[in-house]
Structure formats: structure tokens, C-alpha cells
């Protein structure tokens, strides 16, 4: 799917005061954030929470865990620019980040292509998504992970199961110069990134607040979640 969009001529949107990256953090607050979301999400599963709407659902939920959204441009290219910005600190590069998940589907089709109908229909799929503006989906968040080594957070507006951790199936990383925008270095393997999601159609970035010295505790934690099921690369 693909939808015009005048939003991308505007400039992009930077960090308020208030707001830090969550790689800015240092590991072991980044840690403790990431326990705390894990946490809630296990509460959660166990209470039904009042009906809302979505972005006031997620925007609430991120409150309470001291964290916020870093908004994208709604110009098709959300999921995209939410990685960019986690990866190398901007939304600008999301075409890099585009590019790197269209080959890591093309160069993995037995993977990839299993998903759809026949091989001709992937390959519609691939054409498709190369172009600029066509949303990004469940396949390629799952190829930006594997891509880049990267370990995704995924907090959602969905009133149950709301936090979702993708991990790469593959420890092989081998990079391609294309998929790092010029003059910048590699993300190193298994950098976490943290991405909103406001059902069923925006991601953003998520941000942790400066202000505050730690996510609001919730006991002890949890045991890590179970990543997201599918089937092992070759």
C-alpha cells in the first residue's frame, strides 16, 4: 500500500529536552527499563484495561514506564525511519534501512517467499516494497532485525499483549556497505531498538525521559519473554 503524503516536506521533528535516546542511557538503565516493560506487559495479560483510543492507550502505557514517543513523518515510511532513527540517530536514512531489508528478503527467498502464494507473488511483494512510501509490515520489521543484527522492542497500543521482542534467528551478520548511510559506522550487533506501535498503521521511536532516574518499579522482574515464533533462517 502506498498513500500521498505532504508531511515529508516538513522538518524533521528532534528530541525535546525531556527526551534522551534509549541508547544514550547506558546498559544498565537500559536494563532496568526494559524489565519494567516487560513487567507491565505481564500485569496486563491478567487485567482487562478500559477501552480507549489507540495512541491515548500507548501514549498513557509509555507514561507510566517513564517513556515517550519520538514521532516519524506519516509518509509511508514510518516502521523505516523509527529503525533509521535507533540505528544511526536519524529518520533521514530511511531508504538505507529500506534498501537493507529488500535485499536481506531477496537474498533469503526460501525464508521469505514461504509466506506467500508462489515465488512470482514474492517478487511482486519485493518490487513493491523497494519504493519509497509503501508501508513496512511484519516481514519487514523481521528482515531489519536479521539485517542488522539488531534486537527489536516493539510496544504496541494493543490493550493485551502489547510488547513484542524480535531477535535475529541468525548470528551471521555480514553487513553490506549499502545498508550504512555514507561517513557512518555499522550499528554493532545486537543493539537494542525501541519502536511504538499504534495499530494498524504507524510506528514511532520510542524515547526514555531525561528527567527521570528510572522506570517506576513493579516488583521483581520477570523472566525475558519469548521472542516472536518463526521459522529458523538457512
Request: aromatic share 8%; charged share 25%.
Amino acid at each position: 500500500r502506498r498513500r500521498a503524503s505532504r508531511v515529508a516536506l516538513e522538518p524533521l521533528p528532534t528530541l525535546s529536552r525531556q527526551q534522551v535516546r534509549m541508547s544514550q542511557l547506558g546498559e544498565a538503565r537500559r536494563g532496568d527499563m526494559v524489565a519494567n516493560v516487560e513487567k507491565a506487559s505481564k500485569l496486563a495479560r491478567d487485567r482487562r484495561e478500559p477501552e480507549t483510543k489507540p495512541d491515548a492507550a500507548l501514549e498513557a502505557r509509555l507514561g507510566t514506564l517513564n517513556l515517550s514517543q519520538h514521532m516519524m513523518q506519516g509518509d509511508g515510511n514510518c516502521q523505516f525511519r523509527a529503525f533509521a532513527f535507533n540505528l544511526f540517530g536519524t529518520q533521514s536514512h530511511h531508504l538505507v534501512v529500506r534498501r537493507a531489508a529488500c535485499e536481506q528478503m531477496a537474498a533469503h527467498v526460501e525464508y521469505f517467499a514461504a509466506f506467500f502464494a508462489d515465488e512470482a507473488e514474492f517478487r511482486d511483494y519485493l518490487r513493491g516494497m523497494a519504493r519509497d512510501r509503501t508501508w513496512g509490515d511484519e516481514l519487514t520489521l523481521r528482515a531489519v532485525v536479521e539485517a542488522y543484527g539488531c534486537v527489536a522492542h516493539v510496544l504496541t497500543s494493543e490493550a493485551q499483549n502489547w510488547y513484542l521482542v524480535y531477535t535475529p534467528e541468525s548470528t551471521d551478520v555480514d553487513l553490506a556497505a549499502s545498508s550504512v548511510p555514507e561517513n557512518y559506522q555499522a550499528p554493532p550487533q545486537g543493539k537494542e531498538v525501541f519502536l511504538s506501535y499504534v495499530s494498524p498503521v504507524h510506528y514511532n521511536a520510542v524515547v526514555a525521559s531525561v528527567a527521570s532516574k528510572g522506570a517506576p518499579a513493579y516488583g521483581e522482574a520477570p523472566p525475558t519473554p519469548r521472542p516472536i515464533d518463526s521459522p529458523r533462517l538457512s
